[in-house]
């Protein structure tokens, strides 16, 4: 194709000009929580006649503008008490809109939240990283914690292995493997060997028979036995003694005490030594999961919070779940995101049948009458002195006392089983949507 037949159209934002009135104004505004019993009109003029804010509104016209740099605009820091304060004054701003349905400060954000793949800790409990920080306790028993993988302490040199916690108690671990090479013992991260995103990490478990499970069995590093690291003060523990390289002594004095728990024979996998619960045979680490924090949580954390704010559907009168309030969120893993959107669905509907139920139980429980606490409290009051001289009193008195603290006590709520069922299937959203 020849060049002149191509034309480049260019678009620019078409910015409207706030009002002259304004534009002469110098008032700074009220505050942000006078502006929130504002009406959007009122709160335009008043944000508008800011020159802080106008200015503002340039910055961002012109260019995007990270939250640090608009809050020394502002405020002269960036702060975290700052940084709130601007986004409560933004959010403010995008909710000014003048008689004529111009928005102030129409914004668009772009908001980072890091996800944690995995700690990792310091074996070494004697470890200068832990020193003057919160780590520095006696109810922790490693060293220094790693957000990355690394196979050494950069603070005493020792080896770095990941943190696990127990599934049932949540009981601290570490997670390494007893590699016996050149004739000598070994200690060395455990390698995870299934191959599992973090969408499918977040999956319940399915319940499978004993059979099945004991069939089951993931290939691990070849003569590479899983150990748990933990303190010398759990009762199923070996002590031996790791040198900065990984190797193991069975006995002398070099390199840090360490003390670990392995697979008893005649079991097909290692007990956590807290709660005693047994991980699944020929699954090594099954029941000992890595700290995690990944999409899917915090998608499942943030996705409700964010469509109560999002604006409701408006374009008919069909009852929709959330009043057809709607939300797109993007992954790369596409089995992941429609079982973790089955999951989500799944997790909503036992919040509001939850949700339900409470309310329910809370209506059912019985008042109590003041005037009867008032009573027994007046008569309580009256027999105290004269308890100490006559048993018959005393009796009374600890009669009158009980029944005062069963009458104080939060009243219970009992909903029967068949009347729970009915209430839900009266309710119209549960026959609607679940």
């Known amino acids: 194709m020849s060049p002149d037949r191509v034309s480049v159209i260019e678009g620019r934002r078409q910015i409207p000009q706030l009002p002259e009135s304004l534009r002469q104004t110098n008032a700074p505004h009220p505050g942000v929580e006078t502006l929130r019993s504002f009406t959007p009109a009122q709160r335009f003029d008043a944000l508008g006649g800011d020159l802080r804010i106008r200015e503002l509104r340039k910055r961002i016209i012109e260019q995007p503008c990270p939250l640090a740099d608009l809050s ?21 701003c995008t909710q000014a809109i003048s008689d004529d349905n111009s928005p102030l400060l129409p914004l668009r954000g772009h908001f980072f939240q890091r996800t944690v793949s995995g700690l990792w800790a310091c074996a070494s409990a004697g470890c200068a990283g832990r020193q003057d920080t919160r780590l520095d306790d006696d109810g922790w028993p490693f060293g220094a914690v790693y957000l990355e993988r690394r196979l050494q302490c950069e603070h005493c040199q020792y080896p770095v292995f990941e943190l696990v916690q127990c599934g049932e108690c949540g009981a601290e671990y570490l997670a390494t493997a007893e590699v016996f090479r050149d004739g000598k013992d070994w200690l060395e991260p455990w390698i995870q060997t299934e191959n599992e995103d973090e969408f499918q990490q977040e999956l319940e478990p399915p319940e499978t028979d004993q059979e099945e ?5 993931y290939p691990s590093p070849v003569q590479a036995h899983p150990r748990l690291l933990t303190t010398v003060s759990q009762a199923t523990t070996r002590n031996f003694r790791l040198l900065q390289e990984g190797l193991l002594e069975h006995s002398g004095n070099a390199g840090i005490p360490v003390h670990y728990c392995s697979s008893p024979r005649d079991s097909g996998g290692m007990r956590c030594p807290v709660c005693r619960e047994a991980e699944k045979p020929g699954r090594p680490f099954s029941l000992f999961k890595p700290v995690r924090v990944g999409a899917p949580f915090l998608l499942g954390t943030a996705i409700p919070a964010l469509l109560e704010h999002v604006k ?13 309030r709607r939300l797109i969120t993007f992954t790369d893993s596409r089995q992941g995101t429609a079982r973790f959107a089955a999951k989500l669905q799944q997790e909503s509907e036992r919040d509001y049948v939850r949700s339900l139920l409470y309310h329910h139980v809370a209506d059912a429980a019985k008042p109590v009458d003041p005037a009867q606490i008032k009573k027994l409290q007046a008569e309580v009051s009256a027999l105290e002195p004269l308890a100490g001289t006559n048993p018959v009193i005393q009796d009374v008195l600890e009669q009158n006392t009980q029944e005062l603290a069963k009458f104080q006590a939060p009243p219970m709520g009992r909903l029967p089983w068949e009347d729970a069922a009915d209430k839900l299937l009266q309710n119209s959203d549960f026959k609607l949507f679940l």
Not at 73 to 83: G, M, N, P, Q, T
Not at 213 to 217: K, L, Q, R, S
Not at 312 to 324: A, Q, V
């Open 72 to 92: 020394r605009h502002l405020f002269d820091r960036a702060d975290a008490a700052s940084r709130r304060e601007t986004l409560d004054l933004l959010d403010v």
């Open 213 to 217: 499970e004991t069939a089951e069995v």
């Open 312 to 324: 409701p559907f408006e374009k008919d009168l069909e009852p929709r779940p959330l009043e057809g």
